[in-house]
């Protein structure tokens, strides 16, 4: 059990930019999530996968966020045209096939708009 | 709005005691309940759930509490030791299963040798 890897760790860009976060699940899970946590808060769900289906997303992913899981393997998710206010840690999480497996949960992306 | 509130945003215990973390939630609909343990740096790391058909879970060291009536749960540590200082988070889900997981905003727990 490698856990689940995000890189890059830390990003620094300026408002306007394209970002894109990749997240490596641990390896048998086929459920994955992307959540964002701003300082002071717990981390919001954003959305969720099983296998490469996206099978729910929060209202708080704008027109701006994508997320892909095209082999139902890794996913990445990509901020276009960022602002000041998507400066938070990306967390990304998989589980396993049954409804009441726990989320296991990477280390986190955060982002920094200049 | 926030459906699940933790309204202590720290806590310090002396080593060896109980350490109580509190969660209450405005949802009726959820029906699991799960806390997370965060160290800094890290992503949060999952510790004990309960159903809300349950009113008790214990594994270990850890115990939590549901008073569905209140909308108020708690996890209790005892004894607490140096190594749980870390940051606490209730969340529940309403899905079913675990896929869509509303967190609180944490407790930082403290325990002092």
């Known amino acids: 059990d490698t856990g689940v890897s995000q890189n890059p760790r830390h990003k620094i860009t300026k408002r306007g930019q394209n970002v894109t976060f990749r997240c490596d699940p641990i390896s048998e899970h086929n459920r994955l999530y992307w959540y964002r946590q701003t300082l002071g808060q717990g981390p919001e769900f954003l959305t969720y996968f099983q296998n490469e289906a996206q099978l729910e997303k929060s209202r708080l992913l704008s027109d701006r966020f994508s997320a892909e899981r095209p082999k139902g393997s890794f996913s990445t998710l990509e901020i276009q045209r960022t602002e000041q206010g998507d400066s938070a840690m990306y967390l990304c999480?998989?589980?396993?096939?049954?409804?009441?497996?726990?989320?296991?949960f990477g280390d986190g992306t955060r982002l920094s708009i200049l | 709005d926030q459906q699940v509130k933790q309204n202590s945003p720290s806590l310090s215990v002396q080593e060896g005691r109980i350490s109580i973390l509190n969660c209450d939630y405005t949802n009726s609909m959820f029906d699991y309940f799960l806390w997370y343990k965060k160290y800094p740096a890290e992503g949060p790391t999952f510790l004990i759930s309960i159903s809300s058909i349950k009113d008790k879970n214990e594994d270990g060291r850890f115990t939590v509490f549901l008073n569905k009536s209140a909308k108020h749960l708690s996890l209790h540590i005892v004894p607490s030791q140096p190594g749980d200082s870390a940051v606490y988070f209730c969340a529940a889900t309403d899905s079913g299963g675990y896929q869509k997981v509303t967190f609180g905003t944490g407790t930082k727990l403290q325990v002092i040798p």
């Open positions: 999480a998989s589980s396993g096939g049954t409804d009441y497996q726990p989320q296991h």
